[in-house]
Nanobody
Framework: QVQLVESGGGLVQAGGSLRLSCAASGRTFSNYGMGWFRQAPGKEREFVAAISRSDGSTYYTGSAKGRFTISRDNAKNTVYLQMNSLKPEDTAVYHC????????????????WGQGTQVTVSS
């Protein structure tokens, strides 16, 4: 089992920044691809970003490219999502996810996920 706990959400004005963190425990963190997805009220869950377990390769959904950066610190068992130039449409609960490969996360097939942290962007 892998336990994931997100933090760092909050209320921010449009154009502002937030950095989300996801602390993992339970298994060897470096063995897992990690990612973020989000879900707004009444909307489908949406993939945001993922990072590989091995070479640090990253992948982003179109709306996140150029504004969000995913990174990981294997020594701290933590994955981050730096979000800049936030827009009201980024408002959602952000969850982190873990699986053996980054590609399973991108395809929505992740095995582990956290409870999420709320991000609200005001206009």
């Amino acid at each position: 089992q892998v336990q994931l706990v997100e933090s760092g959400g909050g209320l921010v004005q449009a154009g502002g920044s937030l950095r989300l963190s996801c602390a993992a425990s339970g298994r060897t963190f470096s063995n897992y691809g990690m990612g973020w997805f989000r879900q707004a009220p009444g909307k489908e869950r949406e993939f945001v970003a993922a990072i590989s377990r091995s070479d640090g390769s990253t992948y982003y959904t179109g709306s996140a490219k150029g504004r969000f950066t995913i990174s990981r610190d294997n020594a701290k068992n933590t994955v981050y999502l730096q979000m800049n130039s936030l827009k009201p449409e980024d408002t959602a609960v952000y969850h982190c996810a873990a699986d053996r490969t980054m590609w399973r996360i991108i395809n929505g097939e992740y095995t582990y996920w956290g409870q999420g942290t709320q991000v609200t962007v005001s206009s």
